[in-house]
């Protein structure tokens, strides 16, 4: 397969075709980061091909990442990091035989350890479970089923940053403060710039992104709500938002590195990464995707430029 179609500017590089074949072109440890949201085994649809790892038959989705997640390590700079999206799934009796949730997130730390990370972090990402009811109707979470049986019910199921580090020595230090808040909480701590960069600002923007758990992220901050103009055009199932991703990219990047995400999609992670002055290279295996994400990264460029109102 290879590469079906790429662009390359002095800003971003995006390549259609399969990630586990595409990134064998990537030097080594030529990777400041990555962030991405693989596929959650076989839980969506995202494609009719064969070598979407969505479509990986009962048991064999770790092993087929495995091929990927080797080149990840191996492209990635010695002492930096790479976050990867996920969520624990859960189970029903028609595919698995009974109802429950399985550890998809302790099976993606211990694929990537496996490789030669190091598990470095992670936070959970809160979730309204009463969205969540309504959209998957799931046993669980229905009410009626506290009063039926509440031996059946449980707690809604969060999302996950979980950020692994390559070993060696960081031969790029990601230095100075925040210089901003990204979130919708009432934080307004404002910045005194005469201060410096590691001012009392910087230091509570800090000590909310250490929070193992982040309750202030807008759930509808997609690209996918952004970037889609006509009702026709095809919509990712579930991009990352954008809130999660910058945050990311504060903590764990420099302007100017480059970062990876071998699962494209619509672009979300390369969209963010350029408008945050980074450089970006993606990878997507569907068409349509590969097309959108293109446009979104123009887009970014634009976005880019754009004197502020504030």
């Not at 070598?51 to 080797?70: C, P, Q, T, V, W």
């Not at 001012?199 to 709500?225: E, F």
């Not at 945050?276 to 990878?283: D, E, H, L, V």
Request: aromatic share 10%; with cysteine.
């Amino acid at each position: 397969m290879k590469v079906l179609n790429q662009v390359i500017t002095d800003d971003y590089a995006l390549y259609h075709g399969d990630s586990t074949e595409v990134i064998k072109g990537i030097p080594d440890n030529s990777i400041h980061y990555s962030i991405f949201s693989p596929p959650f085994d076989s839980l969506y649809t995202y494609s009719n091909s064969i070598r979407d790892m969505g479509n990986s038959a009962k048991g064999e989705f770790i092993e087929h990442f495995k091929f990927l997640a080797k080149d990840l390590h191996r492209v990635i700079m010695p002492g930096r990091l790479l976050s990867f999206h996920c969520m624990n799934l859960p189970t029903s009796k028609q595919r698995d035989g009974f109802i429950g949730i399985r550890d998809f997130r302790g099976e993606l730390i211990r694929l990537f350890e496996s490789v030669g990370f190091v598990f470095h972090s992670e936070v959970c990402i809160w979730k309204d479970p009463v969205v969540a009811q309504q959209r998957t109707k799931a046993l669980g979470l229905l009410h009626k089923q506290i009063v039926k049986d509440s031996a059946m019910s449980r707690q809604g199921i969060p999302d996950y940053i979980v950020t692994m580090r390559k070993l060696g020595v960081n031969p790029e230090p990601i230095s100075g403060g925040f210089k901003y808040y990204n979130g919708t909480d009432t934080f307004s701590e404002k910045f005194d710039e005469n201060n410096g960069r590691l001012n009392r600002g910087s230091i509570m923007t800090w000590q909310r992104y250490a929070s193992p758990v982040w309750m202030d992220i807008k759930p509808n901050c997609t690209l996918q709500h952004r970037s889609v103009r006509e009702h026709n055009d095809e919509r990712h199932i579930c991009p990352l938002q954008l809130d999660v991703i910058e945050r990311c990219l504060q903590l764990w990047s420099n302007e100017g590195d480059t970062v990876l995400t071998p699962f494209l999609g619509i672009g979300s992670e390369a969209y963010q990464s350029l408008k945050m002055n980074r450089k970006a290279i993606g990878i997507e295996l569907k068409e349509s995707y590969y097309k959108q994400a293109e446009r979104n990264c123009e887009m970014a460029l634009k976005e880019r430029k754009q004197p502020s109102l504030f």
